[in-house]
């Protein structure tokens, strides 16, 4: 019954903005972590962001520290990824993902394992 959705994804050039939704049915954001992921061509899905809606805790991946901020909305079922000064490394898909990551680490969203429900994937594309 868990169903996530992405949106916002496209074509935006370096140092532009892009915010990314995460539209969530079925699931109890007091419970669950979101947390968002990207793949690029080639490469693993990393985590890049997360959000712990009941102790109102974040974590970035150090590659978006500063540029990247998540949060949810008054309603507690959307989960938005704020993305700013982006650069042509942060292309991917991005997904979000709903789960119980438990190795917290500075820098460390979580394993793909850690998380149970997904989305299917947003794509980001960032040109001139």
């Known amino acids: 019954q868990a169903q996530l959705v992405e949106s916002g994804g496209g074509l935006v050039q370096p140092g532009g903005s892009l915010r990314l939704s995460c539209s969530t049915s079925g699931l109890n954001l007091d419970v669950y972590t979101i947390g968002w992921f990207r793949q690029a061509p080639g490469k693993a899905r990393e985590g890049v962001a997360s959000?712990?809606?009941?102790?109102?805790?974040?974590r970035y991946a150090e590659s978006v520290k500063g540029r990247f901020t998540v949060s949810r909305d008054n309603a507690k079922d959307t989960v938005y990824l704020q993305m700013n000064s982006l650069t042509p490394e942060d292309t991917a898909v991005y997904y979000c993902a709903a789960g119980f990551p438990i190795t917290l680490v500075p820098g460390f969203i979580g394993t793909e394992d850690e998380y149970d429900y997904w989305g299917q994937g947003t794509q980001v594309n960032v040109s001139s």
């Open positions: 959000i712990n809606t009941n102790t109102r805790s974040t």
